[in-house]
């Protein structure tokens, strides 16, 4: 069996790694010229994804993905906060779950470990074609093409793959989006953290429709790799990685003005803030700095509305949501799993390519749209923020935390 990925982003590259585990050959397209080129938040990786990664990856590039991830005594939960990061509310993760946050950089690049020879860099998908005996051509920008026994979109939010497949778009902008970056931990703003941030991630939401996230990465405190094996790994500097997010109308062509110019518009949403988030922001690393525009699935919905055959898709393809649940990446890794799993039993003659894409759409509806409707929460929190009423409410300090923590939950 030959697959074709389009797409090498987490799940994706995810898929790819579980795929040769069963003996299956793999083709990974992406428009992109190589794994650094992206940007973006740290990400969220719950033990459930850790799990499957760990299982995946080889030792050493598992555990280089550990050891760019703060340890469990410096990442021991999320602290809901105000525009004044005045804390309202927390979770906390058990200790004895392994639950990571990386850098979305490290973890793309980490992914792609052994992968060489099946990645095509600077390769954009345009259409596809399936052909009577189920196979299928994969057409690119270039004039190349590509032939397989299956073809999955792994092309994000706005995937072409996924379009196709439904006849429509598979999700829609929530008129938000955001800004993020990393600033190094220098000791005038090692000076200036909150204790919050000292151990675990802090989310805030603020009086004006806006939301930031933060997540400190501090190298001299160690991290979750194991010390034996930790040799060798992808070295992450200390800093403050940020994000914030604000309505669309406020975020003027973000991703056409610049990185300097979009660090100026963040600075000044940001001005009504606590002074630590100004402070950040502006001390940003203009080279790690990504502006995005938020979609959404519809959780609602049928999540994977076509007939099942020989294409599908996975991750932000199929059920897109913004990064304020800490949940895209979770649930494409796990897509990557699932689908790994039933065509691994369509590639040994257990069931046709089909049926296995049947059941692993079925069974991807289990979890995918739960997690879109955590991912939303902070979202309408932070609408009915920009309302007077509630604004007043959020100006007082009053606990908007509880519910919000109590999604997460």
Excluded: C
Aim: hydrophobic fraction near 45%; aromatic fraction near 6%.
């Amino acid at each position: 069996m030959r697959v074709i990925v389009i797409g090498a982003g987490i799940g994706g590259l995810a898929l790819a790694q579980a795929l040769p585990h069963h003996g299956i050959d793999v083709a990974v397209h992406d428009r992109d010229p190589r794994a650094e080129a992206t940007g973006g938040y740290r990400l969220h990786i719950d033990d459930i994804a850790s799990g499957i990664l760990r299982k995946h990856l080889p030792a050493e590039p598992y555990q280089a993905l550990l050891a760019g991830s703060p340890s469990r005594s410096a990442q021991r939960g999320i602290s809901f906060a105000d525009h004044k990061l005045r804390v309202l509310g927390a979770i906390r993760f058990p200790l004895e779950e392994e639950v990571l946050l990386v850098g979305r950089v490290p973890l793309r690049v980490l992914l792609t470990h052994g992968l060489d020879h099946a990645i095509r860099w600077s390769s954009e998908y345009v259409r596809h074609e399936t052909h009577a005996d189920g196979t299928v051509t994969a057409y690119f920008a270039d004039g190349t093409t590509d032939h397989g026994d299956v073809l999955v979109g792994a092309d994000g939010s706005t995937s072409r793959v996924a379009t196709a497949l439904a006849g429509r778009p598979t999700s829609a902008p929530i008129g938000m989006g955001g800004i993020a970056g990393r600033t190094l931990l220098t000791s005038e703003i090692r000076e200036v953290l909150p204790e919050a941030l000292l151990t675990g991630s802090v989310l805030a939401i603020g009086p004006d429709g806006g939301g930031a996230f933060l997540t400190l990465f501090d190298n001299t405190a160690g991290s979750a790799a194991e010390p034996r094996l930790s040799d060798g790994v992808f070295d992450e500097p200390s800093a403050v990685y940020w994000g914030v997010n604000f309505p669309l109308d406020r975020l003027p062509n973000a991703r056409e003005i610049g990185n300097e110019a979009a660090v100026q518009t963040a600075v000044g949403l940001l001005r009504t803030w606590a002074p630590l988030m100004r402070t950040v922001v502006a001390a940003a690393d203009l080279s790690t700095v990504g502006t995005f525009r938020y979609h959404a699935a519809d959780p609602e919905a049928h999540l994977t509305p076509w007939a099942s055959g020989t294409v599908t898709a996975l991750g932000d393809a199929v059920h897109a949501m913004p990064p304020t649940g800490g949940r895209a990446a979770v649930t494409a890794i796990r897509d990557a799993d699932l689908l790994a799993t039933h065509l691994a039993d369509a590639a040994k003659g257990r069931t046709t390519i089909p049926l296995a894409l049947h059941e692993y759409e079925r069974g991807l509806a289990a979890y995918a749209a739960e997690a879109v409707r955590v991912s939303m929460v902070p979202i309408v929190w932070q609408k009915r923020m920009a309302k007077p009423l509630l604004g007043l409410v959020a100006r007082a300090g009053l606990a908007i935390g509880a519910p919000i923590a109590g999604a997460f939950r």
